[in-house]
């Protein structure tokens, strides 16, 4: 089965916090993508990050880092010192050849960062 | 700002009518996605072209087509429209059509329908 799970409906901190978005993943094949995708309250889709399978390490932007680790099929992000511009709906995603070029999303986490 | 442009940003229909939905990819994407937001079903994948061809299927219903034209615009077309029709479109473009591309998203089109 392809799934993407976000079991976090939504999170609320206060600013300066770090907050970690969780993202769990079920596929069958060995060689699969996840993103991340960022949704404003302005509603666009924004492109944070793109992970392929063979690629574990950990990687780091600014306040933004992703920890991807395959035993645990996981792939979270976390923001370190929230901001209020932080806030919106993070989408975790997952492409695969299972279903061609088929992104699936999870459910998505609202995010709200108070000041 | 992703480069996809959609056009029309909110669209208002009755039920039972037909709309198109455009949308133009970022400059040399030669693939179109077109995916729907909604409340209860989230954000699903609908259906995917590829340099004027369909590459991939997704939850599409038969109510709706789509299709790529040789400028490489696409058209999403939703007829004999449904309450549950009512949601966020929204249309995205990669470099090519292979999976793991980064897909760019378009601001989308919101449809309500009456």
């Known amino acids: 089965a392809q799934k993407v799970t976000q079991a976090q409906t939504e999170i609320s901190v206060v600013e300066k916090e770090d907050v970690t978005l969780d993202c769990v993943y079920e596929?069958?094949?060995?060689?699969?993508?996840l993103f991340w995708y960022k949704q404003p309250p302005s509603g666009e889709l924004v492109f944070l990050i793109r992970?392929?399978?063979?690629?574990?390490q950990n990687e780091i932007s600014g306040r933004y880092s992703w920890n991807f680790q395959k035993s645990t099929s996981s792939f979270n992000f976390t923001i370190t010192a929230s901001q209020v511009v932080d806030s919106a709906v993070y989408f975790c995603a997952l492409s695969s050849n299972y279903n061609n070029n088929d992104m699936r999303f999870g459910a998505g986490t609202r995010l709200t960062v108070k000041p | 700002d992703s480069g996809v442009t959609q056009t029309p940003k909110h669209l208002i229909t009755a039920t039972g009518q037909r709309v198109t939905l455009r949308c133009s990819p970022r400059?040399?994407?030669?693939?179109v996605y077109w995916y729907q937001q909604s409340l209860d079903q989230g954000l699903q994948f609908l259906i995917q072209y590829y340099n004027g061809e369909e590459r991939a299927k997704g939850n599409i219903l038969e109510r709706f087509s789509a299709q790529q034209f040789p400028d490489l615009h696409s058209e999403l077309n939703l007829s004999s429209l449904e309450l549950g029709d009512s949601a966020l479109y929204f249309c995205?473009?990669?470099?090519?059509?292979?999976?793991?591309?980064?897909?760019?998203f378009g601001p989308g089109t919101r449809l309500t329908v009456l």
């Open positions: 995205a473009s990669s470099a090519s059509g292979t999976r793991g591309n980064e897909q760019f």
């Open positions: 596929t069958r094949d060995t060689t699969y993508y």
């Open positions: 400059s040399g994407d030669l693939s």
């Open positions: 992970r392929n399978s063979f690629d574990e």
